[in-house]
């Protein structure tokens, strides 16, 4: 919407909006006469409900979805498998797990969406229709088409409506975006979910239920979906673990044949390694993990109606925030005050005050009133009479008495009315097209006596940002989620709100959003309707990016949706919550920061079980073919097999609870590398295994039955001490695990032991072979330790210790002495230091990390910045340039003036040590970027300190 002075007419309002024929049984000769009870209820039978059409999945379809899936597959099939050999206590057992994962995944979202609909049900409308003749309050989901309903000061237009007397201000920004109300009368439409500001009005109800304005939007909430990233990386996990043990135990029956075995060996032994091969507390653990981080994120008043979307916060790298209501108040507040001469702004104030109603909804009124009561004027005029806004005339006015006892006409509106009653200013068209180009609703104040006033000043009005929003902005960006505005606004309003939360970019030009659209391209996408938010979303997802989504109404819904994490701040409609992933159930937006952490601290500790979870189910199968090949027997029975499986599953889940650090950066599953890693941790884990095995086989020549036992007991203590090598993304001893995980650890080795030496469900083992295993685990967790740190590193899946693997700055060669002071730099007009080291370290980060290419990232970022800001560019030659001569700083080095280094630019001749060293900078404070000129000059004074000569 064009912010002007003039009462901006709802698009709506053509003929063609009217409803080109009445229901059936509407009142028809006369429209205000209503309907009657007899043909309301016909008419309800007919269009159904006033009420948008639940999307909420009925609590017996969530049950049964918790059991079909890849993993619940692959439970069930397993225990088919066990019912149909006889074993009904191992078919118990995976029978239990799998109905615990289903219990309490729907139990989480169960007490979510019971939340939601408590508040949903604080929401409840009612309306004032004429039923029988008579103004009657009835509940607003029995409104029908042709009802006769009464817009009133502070109620919610319940459905769509023409109206058909009377003048209402409408607040309609929960539904176009639009931060202004709009002034509406007879003729006009309007939806349902608008807020009546002022005025009163009879309306027609033309629509109901999803055949509203918004209707489509309903529709776009129930087709929105995407798949999250918890659920595709599952899917690899369990297809990569398929692929490989298939191949595997294809080749252990292959064996099996081979030495000839009996049937009656082999059908266990088969069953053994697909009781191995299925990961069967994954989905448990998942869900387990999102609970918690759920609990977590409800005492910070964040309230995630879908587990996933605790998982998804931790990915998140783009976050679509929605400007009104989200980044700013959704109030209008006084901005400028222009005084025209002969009066300031205090006066200017105090006069519109006068012309304002007290007390009331209308929210420019309240504004005014507010500003004027912090700027007390002792000589204000007293008022006589105040005449309340009249759409006609788009004025409001007041007669009052000056301290001489003289009359005094002040009026207040339009700026075009006003001048036009007052005596003519040269310099207020001016002024009042400024104020309107940069976004504000400008009001013209004149008083004086009845035929001779003045123009007093122009008032500019706005939607101010929230206290929080720029903190938001700025820390968002520090953990690598980059924010952009997405609003229906006008493109010049959201500049100014953007620039004031520090979203400083390129405003989208006008038009439908172009499928390959990227982030980084805008920072603003103004004028967005709700389909548009909705490809929006769509577009950045296609690009690769996990999308996040806050805004507060209906407008917002599908893409609320349709996001991976959706969500609706703590004032959003009852349609925003239903659809979002989280709400927020205090004020503010502080939550969305504690979602993104709360969600990397989950995906952490997701991350280590999938990791230790790929590991074992390699091992263990491998480890059926090495005790096969070393003692020709089956090293495990499948009772065996189900004691490691709880042992080891229930100590894995309470890696939900550890004590993990979130990652710095957005996370990304990738599969590849996590299988990668887990094959090689699996084969270091598989050679002290087998090992061990050898020993007992060998060394101490035990009995098969004996050696089952033994490979039981190296299998638990040998993943336990895999566990706490990879739970820590560094070396093992940097983090101390919590205390639900050292207790699991603790009952894990107990059992085992107790099982092992006293012989139950194995043969026996002596206390000291027990202890010598459990030694010699330890001994294996430190030794693989030193394995994984490099192995992550490298795979992305650990960030590199400060420092670790670059040169420092006194590595530098004696060349980098050409490197120029920054006190000798050549300075231009606008230093643009900052913007080309902020840009640089991009670069940097998105070329993952190169530091070869420091000084090309640095040369490419200051061509972008300095094209941008042609004004502050430097000439080509210095000679030509307009800095400061050398010998004006005597601390200035002869080989950094513009003379000895023809080329040079400010600072392009930078040796690769020392942009690396600013890149260290960034990353050892935390990539503040304000401190980017310090860091320079920091890492400069460090390579010059330690050059030889110096």
């Known amino acids: 919407m064009k912010p002007n002075t003039d009462s901006p007419k709802a698009p709506e309002s053509k003929p063609e909006a009217k409803p080109d024929a009445k229901p059936a049984g509407a009142a028809t000769d006369n429209p205000t006469s209503g309907l009657t009870s007899d043909e309301a209820g016909r008419l309800l039978k007919k269009f159904g409900p006033n009420a948008m059409p639940d999307t909420s999945m009925h609590p017996l379809r969530m049950a049964l979805e918790k059991f079909w899936a890849p993993v619940p597959w692959m439970l069930e099939a397993a225990i088919v498998l066990e019912l149909v050999l006889g074993k009904y206590v191992e078919a118990a057992i995976i029978a239990g797990l799998l109905v615990f994962n289903a219990a309490l995944g729907l139990f989480q979202e169960s007490r979510a969406q019971a939340t939601l609909a408590a508040l949903k049900s604080r929401l409840a409308l009612s309306a004032s229709a004429r039923r029988d003749g008579t103004w009657k309050t009835v509940p607003a989901a029995e409104l ?27 607040d309609q920004s929960m539904l176009t975006g639009e931060s202004v109300p709009i002034e509406a009368g007879a003729g006009v439409q309007t939806f349902a979910g608008a807020l009546v500001r002022r005025g009163e009005a009879v309306a027609e109800v033309t629509a109901t239920g999803a055949r509203t304005k918004f209707g489509r939007t309903a529709e776009l909430v129930r087709t929105a979906h995407v798949v999250s990233s918890q659920q595709k990386a599952v899917l690899r996990v369990v297809r990569n673990l398929s692929a490989f043990n298939g191949v595997i135990i294809a080749a252990l029956v292959a064996y099996a044949y081979f030495l000839k075995m009996p049937m009656a060996e082999i059908i266990p032994l088969v069953l053994t390694a697909v009781l191995a091969t299925i990961p069967v507390a994954l989905p448990a653990t998942f869900t387990l993990a999102a609970a918690l981080g759920a609990r977590a994120l409800a005492k910070l008043g964040v309230l995630p109606t879908r587990l996933s979307a605790v998982d998804e916060a931790g990915t998140t790298d783009v976050l679509c925030a929605d400007k009104t209501g989200t980044l700013t108040q959704n109030a209008l507040t006084v901005t400028t005050v222009h005084p025209m001469p002969g009066f300031d702004e205090a006066h200017v104030l105090a006069l519109a005050a006068l012309a304002s109603a007290d007390g009331g909804q209308d929210p420019v009124d309240a504004a005014i009133r507010t500003a004027a009561s912090s700027k007390g004027v002792s000589d204000a005029p007293k008022l006589v009479k105040f005449e309340s806004f009249d759409p006609a005339k788009k004025t409001s006015e007041a007669t009052a008495t000056d301290s001489s006892g003289g009359t005094q006409r002040i009026v207040k509106g339009a700026f075009a009315v006003v001048t036009g009653l007052a005596q003519p200013s040269p310099t207020a068209a001016a002024a009042a097209n400024k104020l309107e180009g940069q976004g504000f609703r400008v009001l ?13 000043g122009l008032i500019a009005l706005s939607d101010p940002p929230r206290s929080d929003s720029a903190a938001l902005v700025t820390e968002l960006h520090e953990l690598g989620v980059r924010t952009v505005m997405v609003t229906g606004d006008a493109p010049a309003t959201a500049a100014i709100v953007a620039h004031a939360v520090g979203l400083d970019g390129a405003v ?28 929006l979303v769509k577009a950045f997802q296609k690009g690769g990016h996990t999308v996040g989504m806050c805004g507060d109404g209906a407008n917002d819904a599908p893409a609320l949706r349709q996001a991976q994490i959706g969500i609706a701040v703590s004032t959003a409609t009852d349609v925003a919550k239903s659809a979002a992933g989280m709400v927020l159930t205090e004020p503010g937006l502080a939550g969305i920061v504690a979602a993104v952490k709360e969600g990397r601290i989950t995906f952490q500790r997701i991350l280590t079980y999938t990791l230790n979870t790929i590991a074992k189910k390699v091992v263990t199968v491998l480890f059926l073919i090495a005790g096969l090949i070393m003692t020709g027997h089956a090293i495990l029975t499948p009772l065996l097999m189900v004691i490691v499986m709880i042992t ?17 950066l957005p996370n990304v599953w990738r599969i590849g590398n996590l299988t990668i890693a887990g094959v090689i941790m699996g084969s270091c884990l598989l050679a002290f295994c087998t090992g061990i095995l050898a020993i007992g086989r060998f060394g101490m020549h035990l009995e098969i039955e004996a050696l089952r036992t033994l490979a039981f007991v190296v299998l638990v203590f040998g993943s336990q001490a895999t566990l706490y090598a990879i739970r820590e993304r560094r070396h093992l001893w940097g983090t101390r695990p919590s205390l639900w995980l050292a207790l699991s ?78 006190e000798a730099k050549t300075k231009t007009p606008s230093d643009l230091t900052t913007q080309i080291a902020k840009r640089s370290y991009e670069l940097y980060e998105e070329r993952g990390r190169q530091d070869g290419r420091a000084v090309q990232d640095w040369e490419k970022a200051e061509q972008e910045i300095r094209k941008a800001e042609p004004e502050a560019s430097p000439a080509p030659k210095p000679e030509a340039s307009p800095a400061p001569k050398p010998e004006a700083k005597p601390e200035a080095k002869p080989e950094a003036s513009p003379e000895s280094k023809p080329e040079a630019k400010v600072p392009s001749d930078l040796t690769p040590e020392l942009v690396k060293r600013v890149h260290e900078l960034y990353e050892a404070l935390g990539r503040k970027d304000v401190q980017a000129v310090e860091e320079l000059e920091k890492a400069e004074r460090e390579n010059r300190k330690d050059e030889p000569g110096k």
């Open 144 to 170: 029908v088409p042709g009802d006769v309903v009464k817009l009133s000061l502070g109620g919610v237009v319940a459905a769509d409506v023409h109206i058909t007397g009377g003048e209402v201000l409408l």
């Open 648 to 664: 080891g599953d229930f100590l894995s889940m309470s890696l939900t609870t550890d004590n993990v650090r979130p990652s710095p």
């Open 508 to 535: 989208s030009p006008p038009g439908p959003i172009p499928d390959s659209v990227q982030p980084g391209q805008f920072a603003v996408f103004a004028g967005v309707l709700p389909e548009d938010k909705y490809k």
């Open 745 to 822: 650890s603790v009952a894990d080795i107990v059992i085992a032991s107790t099982l092992a030496i006293g012989g139950f469900a194995m043969t026996s083992l002596s206390p000291l072979v027990v202890a010598g295993t459990l030694a010699a685990a330890v001994v294996f967790a430190f030794v693989l330790d030193l394995v994984k740190v490099p192995v992550f590193v490298r795979l992305g899946i650990a960030e590199p210790e400060p420092n670790a693997g670059q040169p420092k700055a006194s590595d530098s060669k004696p060349d980098a002495k050409a490197a120029p002071e920054p």
């Open 444 to 456: 013209a104040v004149a008083a004086g006596p009845p035929t001779a006033m003045k123009l007093a």
